[in-house]
């Protein structure tokens, strides 16, 4: 594997791949990587000839400094990792050269972009559309992955490329948990022993408001898993809604989709921690 700190020389070596017809496949990553990266990167090197994994932080998603400057760096971690799962370039540059100027473009794809972290995170996909449209650009791949546990993510970027009409197939990836549940994050590593079994409780929570849900309406099984978080130690429920996994609007009856997802936020201590579900 190669790791490439400029768009140029990544170019460089992918023109030439790209002229022996080679496909080429993308998983944007902000590193501190874990085996839900993992699962995306396989999945990304058994479909494609190449796979480039982008390990930056992009400072323009963070809506809040303090967790820009938290957020875990681990790039020689995340290179062996990589390596280890057959990526042909980890592709890893600074902020200079992602942002040589100020990023005045302004992504809007309400309402998928304004509910949920939309509402909670301003500014944020407008951060996210910003730098994977950058990626997107510098590495003109032929699949791009990402994973479902951003469900939110991954709709706004499947507009952004059906709108902005990017000659790409975006690959959706399912949820890698721990044993006990746990989705796995970059910010679990932030958890101490405390919180990581307090965080137990939402991907439990989630998994017994499916079975609830089979016997109860939309809004008798959001009160279940609103009251269950509030009881739970150590957690704070920042939101829970039931959303058509399309539209990402709230439904009202199991009857106004055939694919109904549930979206959590939790705060576990100061750790901020999504999930999500599918009913
Ligand atoms: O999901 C993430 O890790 C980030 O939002 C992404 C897609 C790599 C863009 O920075």
Redesign the pocket.
Known sequence: MKTVHTIKELQAALSTLRKEGKTIGLV???GALHDGHASLVKRCVAENDVAVV?V?V?PT?FNDKNDLAKYPRTLEADCRLLEACGAAFAFAPSVEEMYPEPDTRHFSYAPLDTVMEGAFRPGHFNG?CQ??SKLFDAVQPHRAY??EK?FQ?LAIIREMVRQMHYPLEIVGCPIVREADGLALSSRNARLNAEERQNALKISQTLFESRTFATSHTVAETRQFVEEAIAAAPGLRLEYFELVDGHTLQKIADWKDTSYAVGCITVFCGEVRLIDNIKY
């Open positions: 944007p990553t902000m982008s930056f992009n998603q996210v730098i994977v990402f994973g951003d993510q």
